[in-house]
T-cell receptor
Framework: DAGVIQSPRHEVTEMGQEVTLRCKPI?????LFWYRQTMMRGLELLIY????????DSGMPEDRFSAKMPNASFSTLKIQPSEPRDSAVYFC????????????FGPGTRLTVT | AQSVTQPDIHITVSEGASLELRCNYS??????LFWYVQSPGQGLQLLLK??????LVQGIKGFEAEFKRSQSSFNLRKPSVHWSDAAEYFC??????????FGTGTRLKVLA
């Protein structure tokens, strides 16, 4: 299996622009998680899905952030408009309920907003 | 509320020395506990996990961890550290249905 795939790996954009991060989970996994990692705040859970349905989005910082999972093999995290404080590494992870919650992380997308 | 505390932000050890990274959790029920490692510029990789049973669990790369319910701890150990172990280590507990709560991480530096 190729593991969790994220794209792009690096994104540099200007403040005010829309940013879309993409994730392909491991085939057969029914949970998908979006995390943000910064030096100041560490690793934060933004939102997670079960069977393509958002279960908990309490970590989404504000309305500028949105996440979708149109099917079992694809999810997006969108920031519109982006701000410099959104600069971080964004990780996607997936897991299977049958495995007792072990999460497999993607390599992350490093976002820089100037 | 559930929480995970990693008291040591940074730890430095010499290559070949033993290592122990501390993790304390707060969770009402029997916890599912994990240790992950993150190398620079990489995602997180699972080292080991505890769900139930034997309180001493073995993981990859020669790591082990011991679950102590009385101390609410799940410390990670390695008898002899290699330079390639330099990374950041995260302890985590599952809250409810598969929602992880991560500690703030411990950054390990290994001296040659």
């Amino acid at each position: 299996d190729a593991g969790v795939i994220q794209s792009p790996r690096h994104e540099v954009t200007e403040m005010g622009q829309e940013v879309t991060l993409r994730c392909k989970p491991i085939s057969g996994h029914d949970y998908l998680f979006w995390y943000r990692q910064t030096m100041m705040r560490g690793l934060e859970l933004l939102i997670y899905f079960n069977n393509n349905v958002p279960i908990d989005d309490s970590g989404m910082p504000e309305d500028r952030f949105s996440a979708k999972m149109p099917n079992a093999s694809f999810s997006t995290l969108k920031i519109q408009p982006s701000e410099p404080r959104d600069s971080a590494v964004y990780f996607c992870a997936s897991s299977s309920g049958d495995r007792g919650g072990e999460q497999y992380f993607g390599p992350g997308t490093r976002l820089t907003v100037t | 509320a559930q929480s995970v505390t990693q008291p040591d932000i940074h730890i430095t050890v010499s290559e070949g020395a033993s290592l122990e990274l501390r993790c304390n959790y707060s969770y009402g029920a029997t916890p599912y506990l994990f240790w992950y490692v993150q190398s620079p510029g990489q995602g997180l990789q699972l080292l080991l996990k505890y769900f139930s049973g034997d309180t001493l669990v073995q993981g990859i790369k020669g790591f082990e961890a011991e679950f102590k319910r009385s101390q609410s701890s799940f410390n990670l150990r390695k008898p002899s550290v290699h330079w390639s172990d330099a990374a950041e280590y995260f302890c985590a507990v599952i809250s409810g249905t598969y929602k992880y709560i991560f500690g703030t991480g411990t950054r390990l530096k290994v001296l040659a």
